[in-house]
């Protein structure tokens, strides 16, 4: 897919269903790891934020912080700014994304197996996070519940939500971390195979 296809996807999605991902489980998982390293953090950074559901989630807990958002999709922006009028929020796919800014937390939950071309875009994600930050990254495990091939490739989802995404078990996705210089400093899994391998990571 081009990114004018992706691009369409996604309107497409966010429009038919604007609460679509909306999980407060996965935003609360979310809120309680970055608070275990940082009560206080002063900007959180949201690598494919969607319609906001997690910049909202996190503004009612950290109140003082700056919330940012990326996202390729504007139906999906469109939503983020109504459900969290503070962010400032940026239309983009991350590789098309320039910023000299360095964010206490960046956020990607649930965004990066989406990335096509992966180390690259890791390390993108990696360069966003300031030196006494770190990342809240979370991956689907689409091994366990895509039932198709079972092959650890990019390919797309034959169940549940269709998308195209890795499939990679968790020690594929470390390496890859690894590789993209991140250093792994939490390791938790989640309730449910979607959101089932999470990390804390330092850049």
């Known amino acids: 897919m081009n990114k004018e ?26 809120y309680q790891t970055i608070a275990r390293f940082n009560t206080e953090p002063k900007s959180i ?81 990696r360069n966003l996070v300031s030196d006494d930050g770190f990342c809240y990254f979370e991956a689907p495990h689409n091994l366990e519940y895509d039932f198709g091939d079972g092959s650890h490739s990019y390919r797309r989802l034959n169940y549940g939500s269709r998308q195209v995404e890795w499939h990679l078990d968790r020690d594929e996705w470390e390496d890859y971390l690894i590789q993209a210089g991140f250093s792994i400093i939490d390791r938790i899994s989640g309730a449910k195979p979607q959101w089932e391998f999470i990390w804390v990571l330092k850049a």
């Open 45 to 125: 950074f949201d690598v494919g934020c969607g319609n906001g559901h997690t910049l909202a989630y996190l503004s009612d807990k950290f109140p003082n912080a700056k919330f940012y958002g990326l996202d390729p999709s504007q139906e999906a922006l469109n939503l983020a700014h109504k459900n969290c009028p503070k962010a400032e929020l940026h239309r983009a796919f991350l590789d098309d994304f320039v910023t000299n800014k360095k964010f206490d937390v960046v956020v990607n939950l649930g965004t990066a197996e989406h990335f096509e071309v992966l180390l690259p875009n890791l390390k993108l994600i």
């Open 5 to 30: 296809q992706i691009v369409k996807e996604y309107d497409d999605r966010f429009k038919k269903k604007p609460n679509k991902w909306k999980n407060d489980e996965r935003n609360e998982m979310c």
